[in-house]
Structure formats: structure tokens, C-alpha cells
């Protein structure tokens, strides 16, 4: 079964801890995964995609992997203005919908000052 | 700046009436559009996949009868929840891929819009 597993739930960090969240998946055929920040209230904003195992993607403090059974998001020396849910989701291949994505839960990170 | 939007964002209405919420991709032409449910402190839901052109993809347990979905353009597409009830109450949000080639390969990512809080009293 097709599944997308992110840890930890929530994060509690302080102001220039540097940490990583996770998200692991079991798909048939992985056709991206796909990072978002979430902020309360509003649409998950695109922060990375990646394609094959070994990509890296970097964006100010947020650096994100990719293996072939994970992926992680660094955050390095976080700000507060950082906190937010993280998501992760997944796009196979085939199925009846092209581009249909399978979310994780999400990690709730706070950040305090 | 954002690439899709909602409208509107948030809207309250009493039971047994219908809402029609609007999503929009801008700047880009989207076959497929997706429509999401979100509840509270939970992951998105997907409820259904709007196509242009023709009859919307529902997910399974989503009624299509109760959540009419219209794809009339390349470019828009909306969600019509009818005769609301409490229950229907929860944050919607839609999504449009916006696709294209790079020097190397063929990039293909799934935006989405800002959110739609619906309230049915």
C-alpha cells in the first residue's frame, strides 16, 4: 500500500538549533516528492521538488534530500518567522489521475526566540 | 507571487443553501485541477480531480451529487458544495500543476491556492 509517513508530529526547537524532519514512503514508481510550508489558515506553499535518490535542493535556511525510501528537511539556525507545518507529499506513477499526490500528516516545527 | 488563486477566502452560509467556491490558475493553463478538504490539525484530503473538458474524478466516500465540480476552462475550475450542512464546515483548498521544461528535464509541480474557510451555520 502506498504510503507517506512524516516524524516527528511536532517539532520544538530553539532560535538557531539546527535540526531535520523526516518523511518516508512506500510508492510503486515515484514520480516526485514534494516539500510544502503550511502556515495556519492558509494553502501549503511549494518549497522543493525532487525527482531520483541523491538530489539535493537548497533554499536559504531549508535543505532537502532524497533517497530512495526518504527525505529529509535540514533547517539549519532557524528563526521563529520558520515556524510552521511541514508537508511532504509524493507523486506516483500511473493511476487513473496524473499528478495526484499522497500527503503526509505533516511536522508542526515552532521555532522560539 | 502567488500562481493560484481561491475566491473566496472565506464565506458563511446557513444550512441548506449552495456555495461555489473559485479556483483559478494564473499565469498558466491547467488540464487538471485538484480539489482538497483540510479539518483541523489534519494532512489535506483529496476529494476530487477536475478535468477540463470533462466529468470530475471523485476519490472514494466523496459525493459528487453533494460536491459539483466544473472544470469550463482551461483555466478555472469550481467547487459547489449544495445544500450545506454543518458537517460540510472545513477549510477547502484546490491545487493546479504548472508544468514545463527546463535544459534538462520536464518539471511539473503542483501548486495550491490560498484556502477557502466555509462556515455553514
Known amino acids: 500500500e502506498d504510503q507517506v509517513t512524516q516524524s516527528p508530529e511536532a517539532l520544538r526547537l530553539q532560535e538557531g538549533e539546527s535540526s531535520s524532519l523526516n518523511c518516508s514512503y512506500t510508492v510503486s514508481g515515484l514520480r516526485g516528492l514534494f516539500w510544502y510550508r503550511q502556515d495556519p489558515g492558509k494553502g501549503p506553499e511549494f518549497l522543493f521538488t525532487l525527482y531520483s535518490a541523491g538530489e539535493e535542493k537548497e533554499k536559504e535556511r531549508l535543505k532537502a534530500t532524497l533517497t530512495k525510501k526518504e527525505s529529509f528537511l535540514h533547517i539549519t539556525a532557524p528563526k521563529p518567522e520558520d515556524s510552521a507545518t511541514y508537508l511532504c507529499?509524493?507523486?506516483?506513477?500511473?493511476?487513473?489521475?496524473?499528478?495526484?499526490?499522497?500527503f503526509g500528516t505533516g511536522t508542526l516545527l515552532a521555532v522560539q526566540p | 507571487g502567488a500562481v493560484v488563486s481561491q475566491h473566496p477566502s472565506w464565506v458563511i452560509c446557513k444550512s441548506g443553501t449552495s456555495v461555489k467556491i473559485e479556483c483559478r490558475s494564473l499565469d498558466f493553463q491547467a488540464t487538471t485541477m485538484f480539489w482538497y478538504r483540510q479539518f483541523p490539525k489534519q494532512s489535506l484530503m483529496l476529494m476530487a480531480t477536475s478535468n477540463e473538458g470533462s466529468k470530475a474524478t471523485y476519490e472514494q466516500g466523496v459525493e459528487k451529487d453533494k460536491f459539483l465540480i466544473n472544470h469550463a476552462s482551461l483555466t478555472l475550475s469550481t467547487l459547489t458544495v449544495t445544500s450545506a450542512h454543518p458537517e460540510d464546515s472545513s477549510f477547502y483548498i484546490c491545487?493546479?500543476?504548472?508544468?514545463?521544461?527546463?535544459?534538462?528535464?520536464?518539471?511539473?509541480?503542483?501548486?495550491f491556492g490560498p484556502g477557502t474557510r466555509l462556515t455553514v451555520t
Open positions: 507529499a509524493v507523486r506516483k506513477t500511473g493511476g487513473g489521475a496524473t499528478n495526484k499526490l499522497i
Open positions: 491545487s493546479a500543476t504548472r508544468t514545463n521544461w527546463t535544459s534538462d528535464r520536464f518539471i511539473s509541480i503542483p501548486y
